[in-house]
């Protein structure tokens, strides 16, 4: 797990990662927490030129306590 508060700003560098991924036996898993700047993370499932889907991504964004 890796966490950052920096939002996701290097997109040719991950869509390059993950289509090169695409040929190994991984698959990532990336979770949004907070209603950051998602980026290209929101846009795993459109990537191509892999062989196979490898990645997804779902967003977590109301993560407070329920009051009420």
């Not at 991950?14 to 990532?28: D, G, H, M, S, V």
């Not at 927490?33 to 977590?60: C, M, P, Q, S, W």
Request: charged fraction near 30%; proline fraction near 3%.
């Amino acid at each position: 797990m890796k966490y950052t508060g920096e939002g996701i700003n290097k997109n040719r560098e991950i869509r390059k990662l993950i289509t090169y991924a695409a040929i190994l036996p991984l698959f990532w898993q990336f979770i949004g927490i907070g209603r950051e700047n998602y980026g290209i993370l929101e846009k795993l499932d459109t990537i191509e030129d892999r062989v196979v889907d490898n990645a997804n991504f779902f967003a977590l964004d109301d993560i407070g306590p329920d009051i009420g």
